[in-house]
């Protein structure tokens, strides 16, 4: 059987090769302010070429449009391109000027102003219909805002003006479609494949769609052709790779390998192998193209970091933690850099060096587990004061992720007496509103007994949202078992299900509060159907103690030692027995 590698350095591969994703290029340099009606020229005139300019133009402006691209021209002068691209969308709306629209679409993808593209790409499209750039540009922007069926209506109609535009973006979200949505898009793909079948993208769309349905055979198929044409095409050759893959054929990866053998100098198709060796299991090979690849560009941070993972997820630390700094010495990938090292630096004990790489790793996917492993060292090796500072420090630092710091500040000094609601106190000051501070809060205050600080800052958020299903969960559920408010207890659990039907933490503490107010099938029902969604011990503790008050102590003990299996020591259950006097085997 082999081993699958699930280091980070393999998520996503398949998808983002094989699918890709439409992005019409924008030019160098913002397009200037000057409109079909006004030249051809690419270059924004001067005033003297405006003063020399032709008396007779070429197209009439429009009198009311006149005023607008010049405040255009002047906005585009003076570099405020947010400006001169509202200006001349605004006016290729207005106007039936093609050279217009695309000079407005080019500097709309230029400020990367998606939505703005979207509509200009269409509006070309319409102008011009012989245009099959302006139709290609329409169908990516329709796909990109997940129009598959109208993209592929743009794509049908760049194609038959000899444009080939990316068909297989469509089948990125395929399966989320409905069924008659997901149908029409197959025919169309099927369409283009049957009209188009010596056009490499249509034939790598036709194949993937082939491969959702597991036709391996017709998939096998379409894209043979391709490779045919293209034997270095690295789309087809995952494509292949990935139904090899799919069919468990052995050595699914000899096609790739022969390619890699006949292109050396294809670096990403040897780091797509590579990757794909390690997801294999085949380590040593994985590690052999890496050393390859670097030899070749030794400062590539997208191979430093890939071989880096590599090397940290086959526990080679020092070859991990070479990379790493060579990284951060490029001032590249610095945030998955510096989180990696301070891992590496925590594991040698080395302390300080830990917490200097975790403190500097900005907001990003680590942000969060950054700090949280900064804090636990400091837990582990310091005092409630470096915790405070190093948070402290931290926000000064990021301070959009303060939010976020003052919950982490306060989870890490739970230890400390009164710390930990002391941070929550200096976050809510900082953020009165914040849900996740005043949740956090209410449940310190729950776990010191303080009810009525609880309630209050529990039904602080519900103010802001009534139909916060997690609080009313929380507050119905501390209610039953500090006091004796079993109705109104009820009531919020109850509408904290109608909002989140079926979340099995929910109907437990439903289950709870009907147990508490004496409705043992109701109960019964609620805690069977959670403890069969999610078998936790606590689930198991209140079903025990149902099945107990109802006389059938034999399936109470059965439930609460199924508990204890999973936690030896669970104290919901351990107290539920004891105060109920019960003896397990």
Known sequence: ?????????????????????????????????QTGALADDETTPTAAALEAAPAALETPIPEGSVLPLLKAEFALRARDFELGSSLLTEQAMALNDPALTRRALRL???????????ALSLRLAELDPNDGAAAAAASGWLMRSGQPLKALQFAESALVLGVSVNIAGNLGSFSQLDDNTQRAVAAAIESLSARWPNDDEVAIAATLLARLRQDWPLAESLILPVL?????????LMLWTQLQIDQSVENPLERLADAVTDYPENTELRLQYARLLGAEGDYSGAQAQFAILLALDPDNPEMLSTAALLDFELERYDAALAKFLQLIALEARLDEAFYYVGRIRAAEDRYPEAIEAFASVGPSREFRDAKARAAQVLIDTAFASDIRQFFHDQRRIYPSAAEQLFLLEAESLRDWAGESLAAYDRGLSAFPQSFSLLYGRAMIHESEGALQAMEKDLRSILAQDPNHAATLNALGYSLTNRTQRYEEAAELIERALALSPGDPAIMDSLGWVYYKLGQYVQSESLLREAHAAFPDPEVAAHLGEVLWAQGREVEAKDVWQE???????????????????VALP
């Open 228 to 236: 045919q044409r293209s034997p270095s095409d690295m789309r087809s």
């Open 1 to 33: 059987m082999r081993r699958h590698l699930t280091a980070p350095f393999f998520l996503s591969i398949m998808l983002s090769v094989l699918v890709g994703c439409v992005s019409p290029a924008g030019s160098e340099k913002p397009p200037s302010a």
């Open 108 to 118: 709309a993808e230029f400020i990367s102003n998606e939505q703005r593209a979207a």
């Open 563 to 581: 508990g204890l299996n999973r936690v030896n020591d669970h104290p919901i259950i351990l107290e539920a027995i004891d105060r109920l006097g």
